[in-house]
């Protein structure tokens, strides 16, 4: 994918204006492309570093109904990477070791000019003012969910059940109750392409 250069150039520009780094929130529904945009985003804008959003996950909760994605654990993603990334003070985090199912080892937050992030439910009202760039992947929750199944079956992952019982609920419960895609400042139609 090869990201619309008018938001490259965008992020550049907020970047070079900016008196500190800035945090670009790349949102969207499970399956929607927020990945892969956000891989894209970084190997265009110099001097950006990505936040891999399935990191700040809580394997349990994720996989548990909620209305607003309990599972997704913003205040440790604010507290010990998007606020020190925007300070430049730097900062201590711990990934979710899928692995183990526990906190990895600490590790120092990336340093760059840019960090974008990429998370469900990461439009929220516990993260949105430490974002300074919101950009939502326009894609329509039954293509996300189609593409997302498609993605788990070619990686051998068999999801149904959590996609169809837990993950498009919840979806659904949250853009009811967040209104996400009216919070992104840009859309981002599929292909990488500013939406209409």
Known sequence: ??????????????????????????????????????????????????????????????????????????????????RPFRSGTGGIFQRFDWSTRALGEPEPVPVGRVLVVDLIGLFHPEVLDDLDLTVWCDVDLDTAVARGLARDRALGRSHERLWHDVWVPNERDFAERFAPRSMAQVLVQSGGQPAD
């Open 1 to 82: 994918m090869i990201p619309d250069s008018a938001l490259v150039s965008r992020i550049e520009s907020m970047a070079q204006d900016a008196e500190r780094p800035v945090v670009v929130g790349v949102s969207g529904f499970c399956g929607s492309g927020k990945s892969t945009l956000a891989r894209a985003l970084v190997d265009a804008v110099p001097g950006s570093v990505r936040m891999r959003g399935d990191d700040f996950l809580d394997p349990a909760r994720s996989h548990h109904r909620s209305s607003d994605w309990d599972g997704v654990e913003r205040v440790r993603l604010r507290d010990t990477v998007l």
